[in-house]
């Protein structure tokens, strides 16, 4: 570790670990005056529960449907995980390919920033009937949805270093790849995880979608059962649940990206 | 203007493309998920007054979802221009409805609003929203120092100082907001009739995909990706405009 080379260094992790106790606390800060908000509204104007049920029944809700709300929970994030793992790989290759290739770059650049001006989300009932109903659309769609934005960024990134370094490697002879390795990835890795962040927040909703429109046991469908049931509290605490998870991955990002940034340092 | 040279090597690549699943599919390489370009483009023409009956009451909650959005952000981030000290719980509110799954958001619309075209509008508005206002905020706090110290010196009134200064220097921020945004109202438009509709593009979609029909689903998916470029272009075709008439002003931001 690091820490033991150095003594006199913070660990790696202290950083990433601060920002998610950071983070997290704002949200139940957040969250907390939101449910106190929420209930004096519902006493004030005396909502109905169908409409908007209190803080309690939610909480309620929580604990009744816990393991069905984990385990759809489970499902959403290991699915987006996979998906954007795949992204990643995907796109960081292709993205060496364009830098390595200058008439590849060319050629599929402009349809690329084509696709990109479609929201994916808007070919999901394609993906499903592609990909099928399981978790493998929800991977799918995920992967679709992050690949541009996280190749468009690694792009962007290995294209940063300054020409004097690029020039230095070429003047001592490092191959394609040693200056692939040692000046190009760690110049773009603040931007490849720009490139993440951005895809993040937005990938999870994404797997929520595919489930919501595939019938995968994920938090989409969780949602859309508890909402033909008529069981609002179950919803609620879905939604708190969904948006929690979205939140946590970017805060997951975050953290990474602490992480590396301060292991390279 | 397009480059026609710079166009032709990514245009033939895509005819390259377009070719080869053509040649799979009929060698039957292919599952059947996957149709014939030749086949969807027949399918398109056939159908085109279904596809269009279909298509505009998206095209109507779209747009009117853009503008509402537009009209919502400018007026939000005026009012952080002007009282400062709002600017930072506005943004927060944003934030916090921008991380609400839309996904969460449409039934509780649908049980506040009922399936009627105001939720399918709120919904085209709410997703449209928060790109639009970062977009401005940003846009109006962008004049440089240098140029702020100018008005200051001249003495120049808070309602000058937002028409001359602010206002131009905001408007490329503008445009970068809205070109997000306006793929993203057809994207709210889906979304709102995935909840439950009985015309629109989505509807079409969703009972394409339903009922295995895979050319109708091509069809569908291919006009609702032309809408939003479409989309898309329309905007920059509007900031090509906006910049000519802004002139050299915009060009420093």
């Known amino acids: ?265 | 203007m397009i480059d026609i040279r710079r166009a032709l090597l990514p245009a033939s690549v895509f005819a390259g493309v377009i070719a080869l699943v053509e040649a799979a599919v009929r060698l039957d390489l292919t599952p059947a998920t996957i149709a014939a370009p030749s086949v969807v483009a027949a399918a398109l023409i056939r159908q085109w007054p279904l596809l269009w009956y279909h298509l505009e009451p998206t095209l109507l909650i779209a747009v009117t979802g853009f503008v509402m959005a537009l009209a919502i952000s400018l007026a939000a981030a005026a009012l952080a221009y002007v009282f400062k000290p709002i600017e930072a719980s506005l943004t927060m509110v944003g934030t916090v409805l921008d991380s609400i799954p839309m996904i969460a958001i449409a039934p509780v619309l649908v049980i506040w609003m009922g399936l009627s075209l105001p939720m399918r509008i709120t919904i085209a508005t709410i997703i449209c929203l928060f790109p639009i206002f970062v977009a401005v905020l940003q846009g109006l706090k962008s004049a440089p120092g240098t140029a702020e110290e100018l008005f200051t010196n001249l003495a120049a009134t808070p309602l000058q100082r937002f028409r001359l200064l602010a206002v131009p220097y905001a408007l490329p921020y503008l445009f970068v907001g809205l070109k997000i945004a306006a793929p993203l109202a057809i994207l709210g438009a889906l979304i709102a009739e995935w909840t439950g509709a009985e015309r629109g593009l989505g509807v079409y979609m969703l009972n394409a995909m339903f009922s295995l029909r895979v050319i109708e689903l091509w069809a569908g998916v291919l006009v609702a990706c032309a809408v939003s470029a479409g989309g898309f272009m329309i905007v920059s075709l509007f900031e090509k405009l906006a910049v000519v008439d802004n002139g050299h002003r915009g060009a420093g931001a």
């Open chain 1, 1 to 265: 570790m690091s820490a033991a080379a150095a003594p006199r260094r913070r660990s790696p992790f202290t950083g990433g670990a601060r920002i998610a106790m950071e983070r997290v606390t704002g949200f139940a800060g957040l969250i907390l005056v939101i449910a106190l908000l929420w209930q004096g509204t519902v006493w004030l104007f005396d909502i109905p529960r169908y409409l908007l049920p209190a803080p309690p029944a939610v909480a309620a809700a929580f604990a009744g449907h816990g393991g069905a709300i984990g385990g759809a929970a489970l499902f959403t994030v290991v699915c987006t995980i996979l998906g954007m793992a795949i992204s990643l790989v995907i796109a960081t290759l292709l993205a060496v390919a364009f830098i390595a290739s200058e008439s590849l770059s060319r050629a599929l650049m402009p349809l690329i920033v084509l696709i990109r001006t479609v929201p994916m989300i808007a070919i999901a009932p394609l993906i499903i009937l592609i990909f099928g109903r399981g978790p493998g659309n929800s991977i799918g769609m995920v992967a679709l949805l992050t690949f541009f934005q996280i190749m468009l960024a690694a792009k962007r990134g290995f294209l940063s270093p300054s020409p004097n370094a690029l020039e230095m490697m070429h003047t001592y002879g490092a191959s394609f790849w040693q200056t692939q390795l040692k000046v190009r990835v760690p110049f773009a890795i603040p931007y490849i995880f720009t490139g993440l962040r951005i895809a993040a927040a937005s990938a999870i909703l994404c797997a929520m979608f595919a489930e919501w429109l595939s019938g995968a046991p994920g938090l989409g469908r969780l949602i859309l059962d508890a909402y033909s049931t008529q069981d609002f509290p179950l919803m609620w605490a879905t939604v708190l649940t969904s948006t929690f998870a979205a939140y946590m991955f970017f805060t997951l990002t975050l953290v990474v990206e602490r992480v590396v940034l301060d292991w390279s340092r």
